[in-house]
């Protein structure tokens, strides 16, 4: 059996992987840049390691991961989040014959995660998206400060979980909030602010001759923060037409691997725009795996070579929710928390399954609790949360 590699451990999505892939007795080998991870407790995983934080130090977590692959003999890689896809595709050519793993080329990739390069794809496609300018310098901001239609959202050009954009109410505040997101997010972008409307997540996998292989649709339920951050408790719909929109959106990039689009839904028009895309899994991951299509296995079997029938079908109306501490801040922050629906205290009798904590593989679940009691004391962590 081939051994996986998979990074992040602390993330809830690299839990969904190590569960999905560790069911099937393939050996998981977890890493993450704590030791304390939650999918490195699972009781399907093989073994956790502990590598170099690939943000603050990434040729050291380069280094950790060719001397890792080395040492595993080839084994698949999956790259879970943003940091370490980025070092991997930088240094692709490095490690392409130390493990194997599916990629998108490098200029697919710079397109899909650079959130401008996205909007000039959706334009060239003819897909809807917010109005978006670019600008060079501070006097470009004033300027179209005198112009715009407010309210606007100022936005990074790369960034994950809604990390970076904030609304801007007026003219008046525009350059200060510009200057204040440039300081961390070199030359971030300035968006017409689209109404709140649904969301929905398009998530899809292609195989190395830019097929189609899986695809699945969530609609995103809850959110926290409660307006601009990541879902917190999602649902399985069926919407081909933003399947077909997807598809049609990431043709001029000859897509392969794993990607998601998210959309929202225009509410004086009814229509879909486009928000970004994820050139990497999402921490979701875990409904569409519950709703059985099992996106870390299909991947798998993909990165070595085997072939793969084309899964689209699923049951909908099925529920998955980041429960701690994603749902259960948003329940304590929400003033309507009484009336959401589903309910804080719903559970599998109304379809609602937990991403993270199972009875029948509990060490992750308390590896979290611990994690966030660890995290609660450090400013940082608050201001993920908080301030994004």
């Not at 380069?62 to 080839?74: A, F």
């Not at 998206?129 to 936005?155: G, H, I, R, S, W």
């Not at 099992?294 to 529920?319: I, N």
Request: charge should be positive; charged fraction near 25%; proline fraction near 7%.
């Amino acid at each position: 059996m081939q051994t996986v590699i998979i990074t992040d451990g602390l993330l809830r999505k690299s839990l969904s992987a190590t569960r999905s892939l560790g069911k099937r007795g393939i050996k998981t080998i977890v890493g993450d840049q704590s030791s304390l991870s939650p999918s490195g407790f699972s009781k399907h995983c093989y073994k956790r390691v502990k590598y170099p934080d690939p943000k603050l130090t990434p040729e050291q977590f380069l280094s950790w991961l060719k001397q890792q692959l080395k040492q595993e003999n080839v084994p698949v890689l999956l790259p879970m989040d943003d940091a370490v896809v980025d070092i991997v595709m930088e240094h692709w050519e490095d490690i392409k014959n130390l493990c194997k793993c599916l990629l998108p080329s490098r200029q697919a990739y710079d397109t899909a995660a650079d959130k401008f390069e996205t909007i000039e794809l959706a334009r060239k496609q003819s897909v809807k998206c917010p109005e978006t300018y670019l600008p060079n310098d501070k006097q470009d901001v004033v300027k179209m400060a005198e112009t715009a239609v407010f309210p606007l959202v100022v936005k990074p050009r790369k960034s994950s979980g809604s990390r970076g954009i904030r609304k801007v109410e007026n003219k008046e505040s525009l350059l200060e909030i510009y200057e204040e997101i440039r300081k961390e997010y070199p030359n971030p972008m300035i968006q017409e602010c689209i109404p709140f409307g649904d969301r929905y997540d398009v998530c899809l996998l292609y195989d190395q001759q830019h097929e189609v292989k899986a695809s699945f649709v969530q609609k995103e339920i809850r959110h926290f923060p409660i307006k601009m951050g990541p879902s917190t408790v999602q649902e399985s719909v069926s919407n081909e037409e933003l399947i077909e929109l997807s598809i049609h959106l990431l043709k001029p990039l000859n897509w392969t691997g794993i990607v998601e689009v998210e959309y929202m839904i225009e509410p004086r028009t009814n229509q879909p725009v486009l928000m970004e895309i994820n050139p990497r899994f999402w921490n979701s991951l875990d409904l569409a795996i519950q709703s059985g299509i099992d996106f870390p296995y299909l991947l798998y079997q993909l990165c070595l070579g085997q072939s793969v029938p084309v899964q689209k079908e699923y049951p909908a109306g099925r529920r998955s929710r980041w429960l701690f501490p994603g749902d259960l801040l948003h329940f304590l922050l929400n003033p309507e928390r009484f009336s959401m629906k589903p309910s804080f205290f719903s559970g599998k009798k109304q379809s609602v399954f937990d991403d993270t904590f199972s009875l029948a593989d509990p060490l992750p679940g308390v590896m979290l609790i611990l994690c966030c009691v660890r995290l609660a004391f450090s400013i940082k962590s608050w201001k993920m949360f908080f301030k994004r």
